[in-house]
């Protein structure tokens, strides 16, 4: 399956999802309007889609899948709600549109992300087909539910709070990015591995792939927030260095913060090929994060 083609499944899904579970909520549809307004705007969809090629690529079935995806997609809603809130990195713009506060208020964008959490994880349960194991499924809304709390997305959040205007070590720096953005992909990845049922020796390959994955995605984020425009980037460019924020870019340069960029690349084709893998999609991925790191 192609990426766009990917993409267009589970926007799809989302939005069967969406209107299959928001029937008959007259006292809280504002809310619910609110959770669909973030999820479905039109996004890269890669978090989703890299669970479901890592499933099918080790014999799972996509549709089966499906749910798992647009779990993660609908539990990073939840988290760009929050990033976009005034208390935290205080955005107007997201994906080219106005953020869920701006459209909807603070309070009932707050309770729509809190809601997500929880969306997402009873999407899983409710879906997961039954002749996978519940000992897997626990697992599998396990890793969620961590990526989603303290000890994922909201640990990373807390750290990047507690750095603005204050000049911190590299390895806070590395702290802040292993969990707010690279948490999801990492769950991504291992709870498509999980669902496809692989032996440990592979999930451990396939989660040094999900942590470089993180720190690439990030550099690539350091990047093009001060390289591409606000209407290129569908938020606000220029806002670390205006919020004084420290950057792989603001500590490396932005040269050698392509190096490294391209350097995690090379690992992880690396790790594929030790895998005997070989995807169109994740070459699609990084194509197209590569073109735009060019620009």
């Known amino acids: ?89 205080n955005d107007d713009m997201r994906r080219g549109k106005p953020s869920n506060h701006k459209v909807y208020g603070e309070a ?13 994880a009873q999407l899983i349960i409710d879906k997961m087909p039954k002749y996978i194991s519940p000992n897997v499924t626990l697992d599998i ?72 994955f993180g720190i690439l995605f990030q550099v690539y984020d350091d990047i093009i927030d001060c390289t591409l425009t606000t209407d290129e980037l569908g938020k606000t460019a220029g806002k670390d260095k205006l919020e004084n924020k420290m950057t792989y870019v603001s500590v490396y340069g932005l040269e050698e913060a392509k190096n490294i960029f391209y350097s995690l690349i090379d690992k992880n084709h690396g790790i594929l090929s030790s895998l005997n893998i070989k995807s169109e999609v994740f070459d699609n991925i990084y194509n197209m994060l590569i073109e735009k790191v060019k620009r």
């Open 1 to 89: 399956m192609k990426f766009s083609e990917y993409k267009d499944l589970i926007q799809d899904n989302l939005k069967k999802y969406f209107h299959e579970y928001s029937k008959n909520s007259s006292y809280s549809s504002q809310v619910w309007d609110s959770m669909a307004y973030t999820t479905l705007l039109d996004g890269k969809r890669l978090r989703a889609i890299m669970c479901l090629e890592i499933a099918r690529l080790f014999g799972a079935s996509i549709d089966d899948a499906m749910p798992l995806a647009c779990s993660l997609e609908i539990m990073h809603a939840y988290s760009l709600i929050h990033d976009d809130l005034p208390s935290m990195d």
């Open 108 to 120: 009932i964008a707050t309770l729509a992300g809190d809601a997500l959490i929880s969306f997402g």
């Open 141 to 212: 809304v396990r890793d969620y539910l961590i990526c989603a709390g303290a000890k994922g997305i909201v640990a990373g959040q807390c750290a990047d709070i507690n750095a603005e205007n204050k000049k911190i070590d590299i390895e806070n720096l590395k702290y802040i990015h292993k969990y707010k953005t690279g948490a999801l992909f990492k769950c991504a990845i291992l709870m498509g591995a999980k669902f496809a049922n692989v032996d440990k020796e592979i999930l451990t390959k396939l989660a040094l792939y999900a942590d470089n």
